[in-house]
C-alpha cells in the first residue's frame, strides 16, 4: 500500500491499526510506520513486542480504554494527537484491531483534517477477522451464510437499536463489546425472531496467550458468559457458521454437569 504521504515529512499522523493481539498479524506498512515514530499514542491492549517495534527514543503514550472508565476522553486524545503534530512530530495512532472498525478512527481523522494536518490510515487486521481465523469459524460460506454484519454491543440505546435481519438463517453477526450485554443482546435478537436455537460463539482473547472459543445456543448466551467467567476482550459470533468452527460446546458441557450432579 503506498501512502500518499512524504515518508520523510516532519508533522503528519498515522493511524495505524495493531490487529487483534498477536504481533505477527501486523501488515508490513504498519511495521514500517512504527520504525518512523517520534510518538506512539496507544490503546490499552496493544502488545508490547509491537510498542517495541517503534524506536527506543519514540514517546509512548497509553490513552487506555475500559467499560466506562477513560484515561483520557475523545476529544482529549484528539487534541494530543493535534498538538504532537503542530510541533513537528510523526504521531502514530496504534489502534486494536482495524482503525475504522468501532476504531473511533473516523472522529481521528475528521480531528486531524479539521486542524489542516496531513493524516495516513493503514489498515489493519479487525478483531473479527483474526478471532474467527484462529477458530476455524468461516463468517461466510457458500453453503451456510451469505451475508455477515458488524455491530457494537455496548452503545447507548441497545433496546432501540434496529438489528432486524442482520441475524437468522443465511446471515452471520459479528457482536463487538458485547461481554457485559450478552444477556440482553441475546433477548434482543429473539425478539427480533431469531431462533432461541441459533448457535452462538463467543471469542475470548482472540490470537492473545489464553484465548478461548466457545459455543452454546442464543438463549443461553448470557447465562454461558457467567458461567464461563468470560472477559473482555471478547466477539460474539451469531450464526449457522458457529457449527463449522473448532469452539468448544460449552452448553452440551454443562448438560452433562448438571445431569451427573442431579
Given at each position: 500500500?503506498?501512502?500518499?504521504?512524504?515518508?520523510h515529512?516532519?508533522?503528519?499522523?498515522?493511524?495505524?491499526?495493531?490487529?487483534?493481539?498477536d504481533?505477527?498479524?501486523?501488515?508490513?506498512?504498519?511495521?514500517?510506520?512504527?520504525?518512523?515514530?517520534?510518538?506512539?499514542?496507544?490503546d490499552?491492549?496493544?502488545?508490547?513486542?509491537?510498542?517495541?517495534?517503534?524506536?527506543?527514543?519514540?514517546?509512548?503514550?497509553?490513552?487506555?480504554?475500559?467499560?466506562?472508565?477513560?484515561?483520557?476522553?475523545?476529544?482529549?486524545?484528539?487534541?494530543?494527537?493535534?498538538?504532537?503534530?503542530k510541533?513537528?512530530?510523526?504521531?502514530?495512532?496504534?489502534?486494536?484491531?482495524?482503525?475504522?472498525?468501532?476504531?473511533?478512527?473516523?472522529?481521528?481523522?475528521?480531528?486531524?483534517?479539521?486542524?489542516?494536518?496531513?493524516?495516513e490510515?493503514?489498515?489493519?487486521?479487525?478483531?473479527?477477522l483474526?478471532?474467527a481465523?484462529?477458530?476455524?469459524?468461516?463468517?461466510?460460506?457458500?453453503?451456510?451464510?451469505?451475508?455477515?454484519?458488524?455491530?457494537?454491543?455496548?452503545?447507548?440505546?441497545?433496546?432501540?437499536?434496529?438489528?432486524?435481519?442482520?441475524?437468522?438463517?443465511?446471515?452471520?453477526?459479528v457482536?463487538?463489546?458485547?461481554?457485559?450485554?450478552?444477556?440482553?443482546?441475546?433477548?434482543?435478537?429473539?425478539?427480533?425472531?431469531?431462533?432461541?436455537?441459533?448457535?452462538?460463539?463467543?471469542?475470548?482473547?482472540?490470537?492473545?496467550?489464553?484465548?478461548?472459543a466457545?459455543?452454546?445456543?442464543?438463549?443461553?448466551?448470557?447465562?454461558?458468559?457467567?458461567?464461563?467467567?468470560?472477559?473482555?476482550?471478547?466477539?460474539?459470533?451469531?450464526?449457522?457458521?458457529?457449527?463449522?468452527?473448532?469452539?468448544?460446546?460449552?452448553?452440551?458441557?454443562?448438560?452433562?454437569?448438571?445431569?451427573?450432579?442431579?
Amino acid at each position: 500500500m503506498a501512502t500518499l504521504l512524504d515518508p520523510h515529512a516532519r508533522g503528519r499522523v498515522i493511524l495505524v491499526g495493531a490487529g487483534p493481539g498477536d504481533p505477527g498479524l501486523l501488515t508490513v506498512r504498519a511495521v514500517e510506520a512504527l520504525q518512523s515514530a517520534d510518538i506512539v499514542v496507544h490503546d490499552g491492549l496493544i502488545d508490547p513486542r509491537v510498542l517495541d517495534i517503534a524506536p527506543p527514543e519514540a514517546q509512548r503514550i497509553s490513552v487506555a480504554k475500559q467499560r466506562s472508565r477513560h484515561t483520557l476522553p475523545q476529544d482529549g486524545i484528539n487534541a494530543l494527537i493535534v498538538a504532537h503534530v503542530k510541533a513537528g512530530s510523526i504521531v502514530v495512532r496504534l489502534k486494536g484491531g482495524d482503525p475504522f472498525i468501532f476504531g473511533r478512527g473516523g472522529e481521528e481523522v475528521e480531528a486531524v483534517r479539521a486542524a489542516g494536518l496531513p493524516v495516513e490510515v493503514i489498515p489493519g487486521v479487525s478483531a473479527a477477522l483474526g478471532c474467527a481465523a484462529e477458530a476455524m469459524l468461516p463468517l461466510t460460506h457458500r453453503n451456510h451464510s451469505s451475508a455477515v454484519s458488524f455491530v457494537a454491543g455496548q452503545c447507548k440505546g441497545l433496546a432501540d437499536q434496529d438489528w432486524s435481519g442482520l441475524a437468522g438463517q443465511g446471515r452471520t453477526l459479528v457482536i463487538y463489546m458485547g461481554v457485559a450485554t450478552a444477556a440482553d443482546i441475546a433477548e434482543k435478537l429473539m425478539r427480533e425472531g431469531v431462533a432461541p436455537d441459533m448457535p452462538v460463539a463467543v471469542l475470548e482473547k482472540g490470537t492473545c496467550p489464553g484465548h478461548r472459543a466457545l459455543k452454546t445456543l442464543l438463549a443461553d448466551l448470557g447465562a454461558m458468559v457467567l458461567r464461563e467467567r468470560v472477559c473482555s476482550p471478547a466477539i460474539i459470533v451469531v450464526g449457522e457458521v458457529v457449527e463449522l468452527s473448532d469452539a468448544q460446546d460449552r452448553l452440551a458441557r454443562w448438560a452433562r454437569t448438571a445431569e451427573a450432579m442431579a
